[in-house]
T-cell receptor, first 116, second 114 residues
Framework: SQTIHQWPATLVQPVGSPLSLECTVE??????LYWYRQAAGRGLQLLFY??????ISSEVPQNLSASRPQDRQFILSSKKLLLSDSGFYLC???????????????FGNGTRLTVT | KNQVEQSPQSLIILEGKNCTLQ??????????LRWYKQDTGRGPVSLTI?????NTKSNGRYTATLDADTKQSSLHITASQLSDSASYIC?????????????FGAGTRLAVHP
């Protein structure tokens, strides 16, 4: 069965410090991978998605970047955190579009980031 | 602008009672509509997926309905349990852009009290 791991679960970082959140998927190959941010009282906002190694699409301009160094590894980074980067970050995967149609997104358990 | 609006924002019910959550959307055309359950501090988990041609889909005590004419969906929870306490999120997959353009509602926070 497929599983998704996201870490750390919580993180407190000072303003101006770097960030690295990691997400890995097991039990599948060539998944589509996603990074979302969830703000209180608002819907999930797509930050980045990737359809393959080294292929990253950015949805919103921001202080963050993403990388996919391996097929099942997705990393969210920042060189210098801002207070506004605080939030709940979720990684998700789904099979490629040539896979199961209408398949759901499978989410990790998120990282609660607090920038102080 | 494509939007997904959910109501109520929050809801408190007693254990064993039924409830219905609403989702209104303006996304058109769309490929499918999904309901997710999100426990506090966890990632969302898929409950139901309905294509634009389906009217209803059940998953245990959860039943989702879809009216594409009025652009409304509802999630009905039967015989609620304490473990149903969570946020319920309505998601619409637009026909154009597909899964990289999902539109999420802000969710309904449900609290089930004993």
């Amino acid at each position: 069965s497929q599983t998704i791991h996201q870490w750390p679960a919580t993180l407190v970082q000072p303003v101006g410090s770097p960030l690295s959140l990691e997400c890995t998927v097991e039990g599948t190959s060539n998944p589509n991978l996603y990074w979302y941010r969830q703000a209180a009282g608002r819907g999930l906002q797509l930050l980045f998605y990737s359809v393959g190694i080294g292929q990253i699409s950015s949805e919103v301009p921001q202080n963050l970047s993403a990388s996919r160094p391996q097929d099942r590894q997705f990393i969210l980074s920042s060189k210098k955190l801002l207070l506004s980067d605080s939030g709940f970050y979720l990684c998700a995967w789904r099979p490629t579009d040539r896979g199961i149609p209408n398949s759901p997104l499978h989410f990790g358990n998120g990282t609660r980031l607090t920038v102080t | 602008k494509n939007q997904v609006e959910q109501s109520p924002q929050s809801l408190i019910i007693l254990e064993g009672k039924n409830c219905t959550l609403q989702c209104n959307y303006t996304v058109s055309p769309f490929s499918n509509l999904r309901w997710y359950k999100q426990d506090t501090g966890r990632g969302p988990v898929s409950l139901t997926i309905m294509t634009f041609s389906e009217n209803t889909k059940s998953n245990g005590r959860y039943t989702a309905t879809l009216d594409a004419d009025t652009k409304q969906s509802s999630l009905h929870i039967t015989a609620s349990q304490l473990s149903d306490s969570a946020s319920y999120i309505c998601v619409v997959v637009p026909f154009s852009g597909g899964y990289n353009k999902l539109i999420f509602g802000a969710g309904t926070r449900l609290a089930v009290h004993p």
